[in-house]
């Protein structure tokens, strides 16, 4: 299967959708897959059909560590 970036999230068959559970399950988080052979899909979970974004390995180590560094706190108002 092509996955890449604008697929549609649940066209990727073998996804296992994640959430945090500090989404308190309101409806307003983010949706993470591991995607065998290419990296990590993301989806927004109010639009579960909608399109994903898909990232390698190495783009979400990195995103991940800005986000544990505080990095991005001061988007979250």
């Avoid at 066209?11 to 897959?33: D, L, Y």
């Avoid at 899909?41 to 505080?70: C, D, Q, Y």
Wanted: charged residues 20%.
């Amino acid at each position: 299967m092509d996955v890449r970036n604008g697929i549609r999230a649940s066209a990727i068959k073998e996804a296992r959708w994640v959430k945090s559970s500090a989404s308190q399950g309101v409806g307003n988080c983010v949706e993470v897959t591991d995607v065998t052979g290419v990296g990590v899909a993301v989806r927004n979970s109010r639009f579960p059909h909608g399109p994903a974004l898909v990232f390698t390995p190495e783009e979400i180590k990195a995103f991940l560590a800005g986000a544990k560094s505080g990095e991005f706190d001061h988007f979250a108002g």
